[in-house]
């Protein structure tokens, strides 16, 4: 059997590749949010999610930090 996570990491990558989301740069921008968010800078945070979601990208919070996806 296949693992869950290696299958969701290898459709996630499929996805990415397919749209051409530049990952790096979702990634910075991810952990750009993060960090406002850790200041209480909210405004900023929001207006990062407005960018990745135009960029076609969903970021979920979790307790483990955030995940992102191709939308």
Do not use: C, H, M, Y
């Not at 299958?7 to 051409?20: C, D, E, I, M, N």
């Not at 990952?23 to 405004?43: G, I, M, S």
Request: net charge negative; hydrophobic share 40%; charged share 35%.
């Amino acid at each position: 059997g296949t693992d869950p996570a290696a299958f969701r990491t290898g459709l996630k990558a499929s996805r990415v590749s397919r749209t051409g989301i530049d990952a790096a740069r979702v990634e910075a921008l991810v952990a750009e949010r993060q960090t406002a968010r850790a200041n209480k800078d909210f405004a900023r945070s929001d207006d990062i999610r407005d960018e990745l979601a135009a960029l076609g990208v969903e970021v979920k919070d979790t307790p483990a930090g955030p995940e992102w996806d191709v939308a």
